[in-house]
């Protein structure tokens, strides 16, 4: 990334540098360094994630938004070191944090929990059992599956299965299973990952997501995904704009958050309306007829 | 739901077992007046050998379709489907070809069990390379994880070319050896046991058990998203593996033993989940006992039918029962829930 990096205002959670991710079409992994595709058919790659680097302090909450395949699950894959070299380079880093554990991937599970963007819904688990599966390498609290249960307001229903809860209530027990993860008695901490936490979901349940995020980024931070800048401005202390794998801007979301970032972003023009971004219509349509006229 | 699911379970397998040990080609008390002249007390403890080995033969084929389950996060898969079974019958088959072909001595069942879990594995690792995820079809990125689908559309081309070759096996080998190899194939257990090869299914049956009860926690995240499961610290390529081999030395050892015998590794772990539910602390002794029970009273089904050419083969009653039972539960998408 172009010096586009924020300054943190307290000790960093989580570092990232010149963070890439490059896999093959057809399955094959590629190294070496970023810069283009290789030739021949079947050495067709993606760089999904081009030189990214951030940091992410206890207490923030970083909005990463942009167009529809621009790289932003991508790079949260990364981040949570989900990916691998030779796919991934660049360095990810955690704030060390002390656990007996000498398996590398106790020890990730412990700092940092992911919430995919479609949580697998398992048969016959109850909402209960789903978030007591977060404990499954920090070791077993059952008050700690309580208290998760209780910041996304789903207590009473925890012994409901959870294929018959609704869409919002399924993604606030994915989000509860991470608290859960992270909970080192009773204190937050970690870094919690998102990808996309509100697509789909109604207003009410925006609006549950968002309170049970908040207090968990007061002892911790939040890195999330979202397709509606709009909303990111308002729940995010920061943000970071992509565009074809790269970071165009990284910083306080109040500022990187403008509808002129956002319209190149997104190839379409878009305009603020008060605390809002959203596209806007009357000069879409008339670069359109513009075009249909030349 | 647990408890009432496992006495459940364990009273399915006392009265299959009773069933089995009352029923035979030679009643307990007739069998004086038969050419076996033997004592009742002898009779009835060949068939409860009978049931041991019919409960560790299911135990084995119900593992081993949790694991294989587990393995694709597939409810659909089977060491049938996957096309294990029809390559571990390979192994057999080739190992007794061979042996006769070039005039080796005579095939220990450890060679027969060499054979197949030879084959069994092999035809796991091609299937699992050619259903291999690709990030172009939507695959996951990176993680091992395989395509359900491709796998399973392989497991069953590959199966279906092994069944070929052994057929062609079986042209190689003298008339009273196909005899033998085709009436195998149809999935026979074996009247009396050999001790040898009794034991070695209880111990293949206990190594299993214990390596996926091990593993029980890991199992349940791993039933989430495979990122889920990686982001809670479960080593998936790891658990992959243990599961790639328990699933397959499992249908192998039993393919050596009996024969390829269907839908007991389908069904037995769905039965489980009905009765005990999703979380593998229950569900993997659930699925050793309910493919026991399931062929236990196969086994009995077949000994009470009497067609005047000999009892059936046990494989041709678990696919004439758990056929339209399978059927059943995709149907009515049971299976799902």
Known sequence: MESLTAPPARAPLLIGENLGLRYGLHGSSY???????????AAQVIDAVVGVSLTLAEGEILAIVGANGCGKSSLLRVLACLETAPRASGRVEYREIRTSSRSVAHRLAAVRALVPQRPEATAALTARQVVRLGRFSVG????????????VGLLARAELPVNTLSGGERQRIAIARAFAQLDRGGVGGGVLLLDEPFSGIDPGEVARIVTALRMRARAGAVVLTSHDPGLARAIATHAMVMKEGRAIAFGAAGEVLSAKLLSEAYRSPMREV????????????????????S | ??????????????????MRSAIGPVSVDGAIKLALSMPAGEILAFRLQSVLSAAMLGAALGLSGLALQ??????????????????AGFGVAAVLAGAYLFALPAVTF??????????????????????????????????????????????????????AATMLLEQLVPHGLRGDLLSWMAGRLPEIPARSALATVC???????????????????????????????VDLGALRRKLFLVGGILAAVAVAYAGPIGFIGLIGPHIARKLVGSRHGALVPASALAGAALLVSADAVRQWIDLGTGRLPVGVVTALAGGPAFLWLLRSGRWNR
């Open chain 1, 140 to 151: 077993p609290d059952e008050s700690a599956v309580d208290r998760a249960l209780g910041d």
């Open chain 2, 203 to 233: 111990v293949s049956v206990a190594v299993g058990w214990i390596a996926l009860a091990s593993q029980a926690g890991a199992l349940d995240v791993a039933s989430l998203s495979d990122d889920e499961a990686r982001s809670s610290g």
């Open chain 2, 1 to 18: 739901m647990r408890t009432r699911g496992f006495i459940v379970l364990g009273v399915a397998i006392v009265v299959c077992a009773l």
């Open chain 1, 31 to 41: 190294g070496g360094s970023h810069g283009g595709s290789r030739g021949g058919s």
């Open chain 2, 110 to 163: 450890g060679g027969e069990v060499g054979g197949a879990i030879a084959g069994a594995l092999i035809t796991l690792a091609i299937v699992a390379w050619l259903g291999r995820a690709r990030v172009s079809d939507g695959g996951d990125h990176g993680s091992g994880a395989s395509d359900p689908t491709a796998l399973v559309l392989s497991g069953v081309i590959v199966g279906a070319i092994f069944s």
């Open chain 1, 274 to 293: 008060g605390d809002w971004i959203v596209p806007d219509l009357t000069a879409s349509q008339s670069t359109e007829r513009g075009r249909m006229r």
């Open chain 2, 70 to 87: 587990s393995l694709l996060r597939n409810p659909l898969a089977s060491p049938f489907v996957l096309g294990v079974s029809s390559g």
